[in-house]
């Protein structure tokens, strides 16, 4: 653990190098405001964890960027380790674990409506499911929430057109857009009547198969 004073800026850079990594605060490149700490030579990756000693003021940290000039938004991860015992997460595979991010901050989740981000993926020695590039309140609205969900099935957007109308009656021209989400394109459907002309609430108008 590295202890720092009166160090502040509104960024800072973090660079590896052979066995160490130097974080430079404010990205000034002065040496008093940059901190080297040693790793080890047969360690792949270097994970580091920023805190503030003081509460008065709150570490803020709304954008990240990884080598270029884009913003790359920022690592979110699941410690699925500390939840209950038998918990959906240990078990389920990292790729059809997902962060559901709602921008209106609505009162249910609809997955319809949320963003839907795949989990990247699995830190098993830490017990983390890990997500890269996460953007938070992009609107600038400060009402994000956001959940954590498994899936063992499928997950697929539906967009419906409405049929088109002649001389009142309706057309046989509507129409149903799948994109799927999780899980293969390969699944029975069957589509329930709501309100068709001569058919009862419920009826099955229509099934198949979609590949």
Known sequence: ???????????FIVRRKGNSVTLLIDGRGSKDLQITIPVESTAKAACMIFEIASNETALNISK????????????VELGYGVLAKGNKFAGAD?????????????????????TIIRCSRKDASREKLIFDNIFMDTDGSGFDTFTF???????????????????????????LDISMVVGLPSFSYSL????????EKGAVASRGNFT
């Open 94 to 114: 990292y790729r059809n674990v997902f962060m559901l991010i709602d921008r209106n901050a609505g009162d249910k989740t609809d997955i319809q409506e949320n």
């Open 149 to 175: 969900a498994s899936f063992d099935g499928i997950l697929a957007r539906l967009t419906p057109h409405d049929a088109s109308c002649t001389g009142g009656k309706p057309r046989k021209d509507g129409s």
């Open 192 to 199: 329930l009547a709501d309100s068709v002309e001569n058919m």
């Open 64 to 75: 990240l960027r990884r080598n270029g000039f884009g913003d790359s938004g920022n690592m």
């Open 1 to 11: 653990r590295v202890l720092t004073g009166n160090t502040g800026g509104k960024s």
